[in-house]
C-alpha cells in the first residue's frame, strides 16, 4: 500500500493487524499521535523541524508570545539594524530591569515558559520604533487530528508511524512477544532516520545580516568562498 497520509497509516496498521480501520480509528489516531511525540523528542533538532518567520515589534513592547508550536530558538536578528540578537537566561536577563524602560534596538532577548502553551519571548531594550525581526527556529512536531491530515516527517519514514501503532495494536491484544519484535523495527528504523538526519545536508545557509556573515569562523561555506576566491 501507498502511505501518503494520516488515513492510508491507519489503514496499514489495520492490515498488518488484521482489523477494520473505521472500527478503531480512535485508537490509531492516538497511536499516530504518540508516535509523532516520540519521534519529535527523538530528533528536535531535525532539519525537517526547522523554521522561520519575520514578527514586527511596536514601539515601547518588550514582551511578545511566541507560536505554540514553538521549541527552541536557533537565533533572533534584526536584519535593519544588522544586528545578531544575544540570549540571557532569565536571571541574567532580569539584572537589566532597572532600565526596563530604556529604549532602542533590542540587542539581547529571553525566553520564558518554554515547554508551557504560551512561551514568551522578551527584548532589552524594548524597541524604539516598529522593528521587524527574523527569527530562525525548532518547532514542535505537531499531532494530527484527522486522517486526512499528512505528519510533519518525511514520507520515507511515515513506516515510522505504521510500525508504533502495529506495537501498539499487538500489545492490546497480549500478544507482547510479537509486539516486542515491531517495537525493535521501530527502534532501528527511527535510529536510522537519526542517523540519516545527522548526514543531512539541507543546502546552504541564508544571510540575514552581514554581522552574522563576518561571524563565521569556517571557510568551506560556499557562500563566503566566493568572496575570498578560495
Known amino acids: 500500500m501507498f502511505i501518503s497520509s494520516s488515513g492510508t497509516i491507519a489503514e496499514e496498521i489495520a492490515r498488518r493487524l488484521n482489523e477494520v480501520s473505521a472500527d ?3 485508537a490509531y489516531k492516538g497511536w499516530i499521535n504518540l508516535g509523532l511525540r516520540d519521534i519529535g523528542n527523538t530528533v528536535p533538532n531535525a532539519p525537517f523541524l526547522q523554521t522561520s518567520a519575520d514578527v514586527t515589534l511596536s514601539s515601547g513592547t518588550r514582551i511578545y508570545n511566541l507560536s505554540a508550536t514553538f521549541s527552541k530558538m536557533n537565533s ?3 536584519p535593519a539594524a544588522d544586528i545578531t540578537l544575544t540570549y540571557l537566561e532569565p536571571e541574567q536577563f532580569d539584572i537589566l530591569q532597572p532600565s526596563a524602560t530604556e529604549g532602542g534596538n533590542p ?3 529571553t525566553l ?3 515547554g508551557n502553551p504560551l512561551p514568551t519571548i522578551e527584548y532589552y531594550p524594548q524597541p524604539g520604533s516598529a522593528v521587524t525581526m527574523h527569527f530562525n527556529f525548532q518547532k514542535v512536531l505537531t ?3 484527522a486522517f486526512s491530515a499528512i505528519p510533519e516527517l518525511p514520507e520515507r519514514y511515515f513506516e515510522l508511524l505504521v510500525l508504533y501503532g ?3 495494536g ?3 491484544r497480549g500478544l507482547r512477544g510479537d509486539a516486542a519484535q515491531v517495537e525493535q523495527e521501530y527502534e532501528v ?3 536510522k532516520m537519526r542517523q540519516d538526519l545527522l548526514s543531512q545536508t539541507t543546502g546552504m545557509s541564508r544571510i540575514k545580516n552581514g554581522r552574522e556573515f563576518a561571524g563565521r569562523n569556517y571557510y568551506s561555506d560556499p557562500i563566503r568562498n566566493i568572496f575570498n576566491n578560495d
Open 76 to 78: 533572533v536578528t534584526l
Open 112 to 114: 520564558r515558559g518554554i
Open 166 to 168: 502495529e506495537s501498539r
Open 170 to 172: 499487538l500489545r492490546r
Open 107 to 109: 540587542t539581547i532577548y
Open 24 to 26: 478503531n480509528e480512535d
Open 189 to 191: 528504523l527511527k535510529e
Open 143 to 145: 499531532t494530527i487530528s
